[in-house]
């Protein structure tokens, strides 16, 4: 079992930039690949990011391409997310996901399959 637990959020003005960061428990950090998804009031849960076991590939969602990077530290069992040029578009509440396989399809952006989930951490972005 993994358990995940989100820091970094905040209140911030358009254009800044904030990071986020992902603390996992347990020894098996390496055997899941890692993905941030957001949820902004009464919309879906969407992918935002997601990064492979190793670390050796990422894959963002269009809307953050170029503005967000994913990245992660297995000897720290953690995992990031840093914001630039951030819109108040990108306000809601940010998620960490753990998924077991590994790889990159269309189904690896959807909710059903990551196994485990943070509490989120809120991020406003004002105008």
């Not at 055997?31 to 190793?54: C, H, L, N, T």
């Not at 940010?94 to 809120?122: I, K, L, P």
């Amino acid at each position: 079992q993994v358990q995940l637990v989100e820091s970094g959020g905040g209140l911030v003005q358009a254009g800044g930039s904030l990071r986020l960061s992902c603390a996992a428990s347990g020894r098996t950090f390496s055997s899941y690949a890692m993905a941030w998804f957001r949820q902004a009031p009464g919309k879906d849960r969407e992918f935002v990011a997601r990064i492979s076991r190793s670390g050796g590939s990422t894959y963002d969602a269009d809307s953050v391409k170029g503005r967000f990077t994913i990245s992660r530290d297995n000897a720290k069992n953690t995992v990031s997310l840093q914001m630039n040029s951030l819109k108040p578009d990108d306000t809601a509440v940010y998620y960490c996901a753990a998924d077991r396989n590994d790889g990159f399809s269309a189904t690896r952006t959807r909710v059903a399959a990551y196994e485990y989930w943070g509490q989120g951490t809120q991020v406003t972005v004002s105008s």
